[in-house]
């Protein structure tokens, strides 16, 4: 009897201490993320500080007046802002856990997200097109990059999303899940932070 108490306190001590380094380590990664988060964002400021000198720079090609096409980007706009929304639903299924809605916000927020790639695509698509490629000028050239930047942050996001539904159907709501999806969640809504500044930085001005 004793050695089956003393078996039994021991694999709880166990247990204690494996749940402690568990905590240990998911902290040690939710702030090295902020540390990548906070790299992330100097190297958006640089994006937009190189279009901010090179906005002008539109050479002998178009020009942003004549390109952007703020009714579209509106739109763009309203998708992203609106898969913001849908990923703080399931943030708010995650602390209930509600497992199955938290995949179904997800979902949402994967098509928002998806959608608004689609946009940014045809976009450029439309651009390059017209001869308005980011060969032609330095205006073009930093447009390009900041905001084909950004959309490939998106594009990484929405697979990220598709992981995260794949871990919960498989591994539920565990901390470690839970952990990766509260990350996500900063990830995504950083984004539209950053989209934010695009619209008001780059789009606005450019039609004004």
């Known amino acids: 009897m004793d050695e089956a108490s003393a078996s039994d306190d021991a694999a709880s001590i166990s247990a ?19 540390i990548y988060l906070m790299t992330d964002a100097v190297i958006f400021a640089l994006l937009f500080a190189t279009y901010a000198v090179l906005s002008e ?5 178009p020009t942003s007046k004549e390109l952007f096409d703020l009714s579209r980007t ?4 309203g998708l992203l802002l609106a898969s913001s929304l849908t ?10 856990d509600h497992k199955g809605r938290v995949v179904q916000w997800l979902f949402v927020t994967l098509l928002l997200g998806f959608a608004f790639l ?4 045809s976009e450029f698509a439309g651009m390059i097109e017209k001869g308005a490629g980011p ?11 900041l905001v084909g930047t950004h959309g490939l942050h998106v594009a990484f996001g929405a697979l990220g999303i598709v ?7 498989v591994k539920g709501l565990t901390p470690p899940v839970r952990s990766r999806l509260m990350r996500l969640g900063l990830f995504w809504h950083f984004l539209d932070i ?15």
């Not at 204690?16 to 902020?34: A, C």
């Not at 509106?74 to 706009?77: M, Q």
């Not at 992981?163 to 159907?169: D, F, K, L």
């Open 57 to 61: 720079n539109s050479a002998a090609g």
């Open 87 to 96: 990923f703080g639903m399931a943030s708010i299924a995650l602390m209930n």
């Open 118 to 121: 689609a946009m940014e695509l």
């Open 16 to 34: 204690t201490i494996l749940e402690e380094e568990e905590k240990h380590s998911l902290h040690s990664r939710e702030f090295g993320f902020w």
């Open 194 to 208: 950053v989209w934010i500044g695009i619209f008001s930085a780059v789009y606005l001005p450019g039609v004004l």
């Open 135 to 145: 060969e032609v000028s330095g205006f073009l050239s930093a447009f390009f990059t």
């Open 163 to 169: 992981v995260m539904i794949g871990q919960i159907m």
């Open 74 to 77: 509106a739109v763009e706009t």
